[in-house]
């Protein structure tokens, strides 16, 4: 581990079932993680596949920065993570991006948007990242708010 890629408590799982196995046998939001504390720079993408991918075709996931918690206004599509038909569990499928940076407030999404198919289809995986301290002065950022 690198100076200054801790990211405990920078950034939580936001959506029920963020951190249990996802399906990838339907589209849709998987995982959601919300930024807390302080911005981050994510670097590197990735999913564990938990059920191994049988499926006619690869599994497209695409991840997103959304600058609001749950809400899919504004939000900017990163990158996306393919996962080719066959995937046997145990394997971990990344991709290394550059920084994108998450600031409070705001979310790192995994959305299926082409779901494992064809007869007897099925998938699974967590979703993960790797990211690090992307420090500002918590007076420049514009959705944190000092309590009394």
């Not at 408590?9 to 930024?35: F, M």
């Given at each position: 581990m690198y100076v200054n890629q801790g990211i405990f408590g920078k950034l939580v799982p936001?959506?029920?079932g963020a951190?249990?196995?996802a399906v990838l046998t339907s589209t849709g939001v998987k995982s959601e993680y919300a930024c807390i504390g302080e911005r981050v720079a994510v670097?590197?993408?990735a999913i564990a596949i938990s059920t191994a991918v049988v499926s006619s075709g690869a599994v497209v996931i695409a991840v997103k920065n959304r600058p609001t918690i749950a809400s899919a206004t504004g939000e900017a599509t990163i990158t996306?993570?393919?996962?080719?038909a066959g995937t046997a569990a145990g394997k971990v499928v990344y991709k290394d991006i550059n920084e994108a940076l998450i600031a409070p407030g705001g979310s790192l999404v995994f959305e299926v948007t082409t779901?494992?198919?064809?007869?007897?289809?099925?998938g699974g995986g967590i979703y993960g990242f790797v990211a690090s301290e992307d420090p500002e002065y918590k007076v420049n950022e514009s959705s944190m708010i000092a309590s009394a």
């Amino acid at each position: 581990m690198y100076v200054n890629q801790g990211i405990f408590g920078k950034l939580v799982p936001a959506l029920s079932g963020a951190v249990a196995p996802a399906v990838l046998t339907s589209t849709g939001v998987k995982s959601e993680y919300a930024c807390i504390g302080e911005r981050v720079a994510v670097q590197r993408v990735a999913i564990a596949i938990s059920t191994a991918v049988v499926s006619s075709g690869a599994v497209v996931i695409a991840v997103k920065n959304r600058p609001t918690i749950a809400s899919a206004t504004g939000e900017a599509t990163i990158t996306t993570l393919t996962v080719p038909a066959g995937t046997a569990a145990g394997k971990v499928v990344y991709k290394d991006i550059n920084e994108a940076l998450i600031a409070p407030g705001g979310s790192l999404v995994f959305e299926v948007t082409t779901a494992a198919a064809g007869g007897g289809a099925a998938g699974g995986g967590i979703y993960g990242f790797v990211a690090s301290e992307d420090p500002e002065y918590k007076v420049n950022e514009s959705s944190m708010i000092a309590s009394a």
